[in-house]
């Protein structure tokens, strides 16, 4: 299996300012179509998992543009320009490359 | 508007089969993958499987001895049975669709853009 790592795992944020996570994959999840197979999640206690990046860096319609996602081969990175109260949540990085599909530990994102 | 609601009892007891249903709405089961995936403190979140037309499965190899997905399409339904049930299986429970995103240079990738809100199973005694 694929093991997806994240780091920090939690995450005090000030809302105005940016945020970063990082997730590393323990193989490559470039496929052969030239796309790299990664996603990004974000969990709230009581509400629908989100969608909020594929293949690195395409943002689906209705997340808002101040997340973007970065990162080829082995390393990824999900950024938020500024964070807003609303982010406050688990996101969790996913490869889409292989079954099984397997995600990071979390990060724990929460307001200072 | 696609919306997904996990059902199914909220308490199981070691070694029972949990037995989940979801219930898709605003939209059909046909032509979708569909995932089960589940979250819990001790493994956060762990992919249970996928089921494509009930034609088409794949299971997580941790689970695959004990699981079986279904899907009704009559009903609009997905069910998942989880057997022979531990402690370790406490989690919250997701159904999920598979969207498709088409290529530019033709085929497919596939995202879980469609969630529900997910149903809590404990197992005790």
């Known amino acids: 299996d694929i093991v997806m790592t994240q780091s920090p795992l939690s995450l005090p944020v000030t809302p105005g300012e940016p945020a970063s996570i990082s997730c590393r994959s323990s193989q490559s999840l470039l496929h052969r179509n030239g796309y790299n197979y990664l996603e990004w999640y974000l969990l709230k206690p009581g509400q629908t998992p989100q969608l909020l990046i594929y293949m690195s860096s395409n943002r689906p319609s209705g997340v808002p543009d101040r997340f973007s996602g970065s990162g080829s081969g082995t390393d990824f990175t999900l950024k938020i320009s500024r964070v807003e109260a609303e982010d406050v949540g688990v996101y969790y990085c996913m490869q889409a490359l292989q079954t099984p599909r397997t995600f990071g530990q979390g990060t724990n994102v929460e307001i200072k | 508007q696609v919306r997904l609601q996990e059902s199914g009892p909220g308490l199981v007891k070691p070694s029972e089969t949990l037995s989940l249903i979801c219930t898709v709405s605003?939209?059909?089961?046909?032509?979708?993958?569909w995932s089960w995936v589940r979250q819990s403190p001790e493994k956060g979140l762990e992919w249970i499987a996928y089921?494509?037309?009930?034609?088409?499965?794949n299971y997580n190899p941790s689970l695959k001895s004990r699981v079986a997905i279904s899907v009704d399409a009559s009903k609009n339904q997905l069910s998942l049975k989880l057997s022979s049930v531990t402690a370790a299986d406490t989690a919250v429970y997701y159904c999920?669709?598979?969207?498709?995103?088409?290529?530019?240079?033709?085929?497919?990738?596939?995202?879980?853009?469609?969630w529900g809100k997910g149903t809590t199973v404990t197992v005790s005694s």
């Open positions: 999920a669709r598979h969207g498709a995103v088409s290529l530019p240079q033709g085929g497919y990738y596939y995202n879980m853009d469609v």
């Open positions: 605003g939209g059909s089961t046909r032509g979708y993958y």
């Open positions: 089921i494509y037309n009930s034609v088409t499965t």
